[in-house]
């Protein structure tokens, strides 16, 4: 059964009718430019083949209800209690189940968000099957996020755009989940398109596709779920984030965005050594997202190699985000002839990728199966993925 199926099955069973239509959305993958969204940076991210469904159907009372193929039972709200249930402020924890936070979370945003004559007046039964591996970096959660609020946009009328919806997904995240993300995840979900990156200034939300050519160039990339899963509601990446918003009050500048390797020497007399280390991060992560869509744009994806591997090095020594299973697993891959490999997403876990030359493939795959078994690590999960389009609507 497709997970399409899957989601309409659910619905069904659940409701006893066929829904009034299905949509989804993808997860991602992060090319290069990590933990910069949050600092009004620059990221380079693709939407990936694993998608989340919901199928959706309108109902004649004010009651919400979700289920999913991952929850023993459906959570149910009404409207007004929707209202009640998010304490607003980033940080707030969820009142309803973690799962069940980023749909309603999306309603709860949606109904905030909607400036239409009519209001919301008519409650959804929302069914949610997804393929995206959870807790993996995959964001999993955008991709729930981008198919519950394309579904509510359309059944509501509610006529956000695309780059709009993303806000509404990463609003529910921040604060409704409590989880204090970026805009990247949502707006690759959002936006995504085949073969294609997506350049994203995180300040303005103005997106470029940035064509890849994978096939064309006998290229392929391996993510390795290295099943360490990873919280972003908690610990790691709000020490991040708070460290980065620090330095960029030490520079006088709104975000880090403004701060460009140049004025790196001032900076590291101005803060303690941990703090620089994690602007420096950031600022050479920026002009490393410049230089992998030049270089895309001129010599193709054959070439950015280096920039992966610089990019997770930052991320290793200076950013200090990545585990013992991620850095084995880029070199592991490196070490066989892989042309670039970094971990990806938010770190303390989740996936790398890699970069390999389509033929290679195999002998990665065995390669980093290896280390792992020969670190004691758990067996990792790797699979290839090709860029993928964004948030459809399916039927
Ligand atoms: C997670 C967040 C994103 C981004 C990345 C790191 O995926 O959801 O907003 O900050 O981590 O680049």
Redesign the pocket.
Known sequence: MTTQDAAVRLFHDLIGHAPDGIWSAPGRV?LI??????NDGL?LPFAIPHRTYAAVGMRSDDRIRVASTFADAPVEVSLDELRSLFPTGAGAQPAVAEWAAYPLGVAWALQLADATAHGIEHGVDIAIASDVPVGA?L?S??AIEGATASALNELWAVGLDRTALAGIG?RA?NEAVG?P?????QMASMLGEADAALFLDCRSLEAQTVGLGMAEAGLAILVIDTRVSHA?STGG?RERRASCELGAQIMGVPALRDVSVDDLPRAQELMDDVTFRRVRHIVTENQRVLDTVQTLRESGARAIGDLLVASHVSMRDDFEISVAELDTAVQAALDVGALGARMT???FGGAAIALVEQHAAPTVTDAVTAAFTASGFTAPHIFPVTPSAGAARDA
Request: overall charge negative; glycine content about 24%.
């Open positions: 992060n430019g990590e933990h910069t969204d949050y990221v970096g964001s959660s955008a990463r995240e989880a993300t970026g805009i990247m995840d972003h990446y997403g938010g770190g």
